[in-house]
């Protein structure tokens, strides 16, 4: 059981490029999010997913593109990088989202020069 | 949204006291209340949480308590080892599914 997996580990990007980070769980969670981590700030919510085919926007979700079109799979596509996206992304899941124990994958460091 | 924040920014302790970190929300309807251990380059991990039908919960060494008129919330950690060192999260849920995160407290725990 491996929990929630994210891959890459870390990534560097130069500035317009694009790319996805795959977050993917094996607990059959219905709830999946995507939050980033930046110093000082807390973990800040980028979007959501209550279900396959259902995602919604979080509290910074400019610049980021998701889709939920499996129960396990919940990539985060950056459209055009910028130095501002420069951060640790985390994705996490939890049972059913409310009131429930959320469990983080173990972040991707990603550096957009 | 939720706005949760979350004092102070830095705690150093000595080895065997107690650390206290304080949260407050805005969010009336928010109804639980998780707090979230980080170490150094790892993920965040869930140590204890609370609902808002309940005042106090412990597990071992750790405790929160929770006041829904004041719509603040803290958590203790008694007896504080080298392990405790951390930076600690508070969290709020609002709009059911989202988790408003406060921006974290640094633990040091000085033997």
């Known amino acids: 059981n491996a929990g929630v997996t994210q891959t890459p580990k870390f990534q560097v990007l130069k500035t317009g490029q694009s790319m996805t980070l795959q977050c993917a769980q094996d607990?059959?969670?219905?709830?999946m999010s995507w939050y980033r981590q930046d110093p000082g700030m807390g973990l800040r919510l980028i979007h959501y997913?209550?279900?396959?085919?259902?995602?919604d926007q979080g509290e910074v979700p400019n610049g980021y593109n998701v889709s939920r079109s499996t129960t396990e799979d919940f990539p985060l596509r950056l459209l055009s990088a910028a130095p501002s996206q420069t951060s640790v992304y985390f994705c996490?899941?939890?049972?059913?989202?409310?009131?429930?124990?959320?469990?983080f994958g173990q972040g991707t460091r990603l550096t957009v020069v | 949204g939720e706005n949760v924040e979350q004092h102070p920014s830095t705690l150093s302790v000595q080895e065997g006291d107690s650390a206290v970190i304080k949260c407050t929300y805005s969010?009336?309807?928010?109804?639980?209340f998780p707090w979230y251990k980080q170490e150094l380059g790892k993920r965040p991990q869930l140590i204890i949480d609370?609902?808002?039908?309940?005042g106090e919960k412990k597990d071992q060494r750790i405790a929160v308590t929770l006041n829904k008129t004041a719509k603040h919330f803290s958590l203790h950690i008694t007896e504080t080892q080298p392990e405790d060192s951390a930076v600690y999260f508070c969290?709020?849920?609002?709009?059911?599914?989202?988790?408003?995160f406060g921006a974290g407290t640094t633990v040091t725990v000085r033997a």
């Open positions: 996490a899941s939890s049972y059913s989202g409310k009131n429930t124990e959320a469990f």
């Open positions: 969010d009336s309807a928010s109804n639980y």
């Open positions: 609370i609902r808002s039908n309940v």
């Open positions: 997913s209550v279900g396959a085919g259902i995602t």
């Open positions: 969290a709020g849920t609002y709009n059911d599914y989202k988790l408003s």
């Open positions: 607990m059959n969670h219905e709830y």
